[in-house]
């Protein structure tokens, strides 16, 4: 599991018409572990979100300032948990997401079953130029140009490509139908399709979603073959 900084909601009670959420905001290198440890004594527990720490930060580092962002929107503070009220805890998040990247425990599984595969191709610092993918091979000039293409190539012979919205992350949408690409940051539109697809990815993980659109429809990850340039 990757390292993240994590928001669990521990309890949460209505009084008189005004919600009242006690969060537990903290650290974990294994998330699966940490939900166990919580939902020993409270099974009434709910991981509301995760962020991964920027490149450049430690894990530590991540949560501090997480907790610090915290600390104006919460009513109440004790040690790691945040009592917040009413609509405060999604305008916390809103605004961590815009420092952090949310992810869910989808991506995380995602993450790691490539995670082998990212040892040898670590696509940080490269331009793909071409793209093979279920046999069929395509000239790219970006990462963006690569998710769509592959995206559209997997979804070629699908009886289902509307299912590829069932793929997202715990607050962001990374497939949307045509008429809601305003909810993504960077929307492109999947060629031959009435879907878009979100392109404000890093390299390694515009790979990691074409890995998970393949694993969606039943594909084998050695179909997919990204010949790139050094920038």
């Known amino acids: 599991m990757s390292d993240v900084v994590y928001a669990i909601r521990i309890s949460h009670l209505e009084y008189s018409g005004l919600k009242i959420m006690d969060i537990k905001i903290g650290k974990s290198t294994d998330i699966d572990n940490t939900l166990r440890q919580y939902s020993r004594g ?4 709910e991981l509301l979100d995760m962020w991964t720490p920027n490149p450049d930060k430690t894990l530590s580092t991540a949560e501090r300032g997480v907790h610090a962002v915290a600390e104006r929107y919460a009513y109440d503070k004790q040690s790691e948990k945040f009592v917040f009220l009413q609509g405060a805890y999604q305008e916390f998040a809103e605004t961590v997401n815009m420092l952090l990247r949310n992810v869910s425990r989808e991506d995380l599984a995602a993450a790691s079953t490539s995670s ?19 046999g069929e091979t395509h000239d790219v000039g970006s990462w963006a140009d690569a998710l769509s293409v592959a995206v559209a190539e997997i979804l070629r012979n699908v009886d289902d490509p509307g299912r590829i919205t069932e793929i997202d992350g715990r607050t962001r ?6 008429g809601r690409q305003s909810d993504l940051v960077a929307p492109r539109r999947i060629p031959d399709t009435d879907l878009y697809v979100e392109t404000n990815f890093s390299a390694n993980d515009c790979v990691r979603k074409i890995e998970q659109v393949m694993a969606k ?13 050094e920038v």
């Open 116 to 134: 082998e595969s990212d040892a040898v191709n670590d696509y940080t610092g490269t331009t793909p130029s071409v793209v093979k993918i279920l």
């Open 42 to 45: 409270n099974r009434d527990i």
């Open 217 to 229: 429809y039943g594909y084998d990850r050695a179909e997919l073959e990204i010949f790139t340039e």
């Open 173 to 178: 949408n990374y497939f949307v139908e045509d």
